[in-house]
């Protein structure tokens, strides 16, 4: 799926994030856990409209982002049907990986204001939880 093909258009309507204890240290690097969710709220015939949510707690917990916003995906229904399919490797949906590299710098933006630990750039690309169901980032999705 090419770029040609589809336009994704991310638009961030909260982005907040919370320290919880702040006498971790600096030193720490904690593991992220994320929840998401990703809801269609509207679809034609070449363009879809979705509503999606993101929440990332530490362990220890040191910090807590949340963000929010809406997703607008011009293409042929049958590109944005590849886009909510599944990768294989990592259990995630495309757009919301798509979704994750639009947003991560605001993310990290955030967390360097507040002194915290910022989560990976590609933490919905390597989380996969393995044959022991031990992941040390783990991505819940509801659709």
Avoid: C, W
């Amino acid at each position: 799926m090419s770029s040609s093909e589809v336009k994704i258009d991310v638009r961030l309507l909260n982005v907040s994030g919370s320290i919880i204890d702040n006498t971790q240290g600096e030193n720490v690097e904690p593991k992220f856990d994320v929840n998401v969710k990703l809801e269609e709220v509207n679809r034609n015939l070449d363009e879809a409209t979705f509503n999606f949510a993101i929440a990332m707690n530490t362990k220890p917990s040191v910090v807590r982002f949340e963000l929010n916003g809406i997703v607008n995906v011009l293409g042929k229904n049958r590109t944005i049907d590849k886009l909510l399919e599944t990768d294989p490797e990592t259990k995630v949906p495309h757009l919301l990986k798509k979704i994750y590299q639009r947003v991560f710098v605001s993310i990290f933006l955030l967390s360097g204001l507040m002194g915290a630990p910022h989560p990976p750039p590609d933490l919905l690309f390597t989380s996969v939880k393995n044959d022991t169901g031990e992941s040390s980032e783990e991505v819940k999705t509801e659709k």
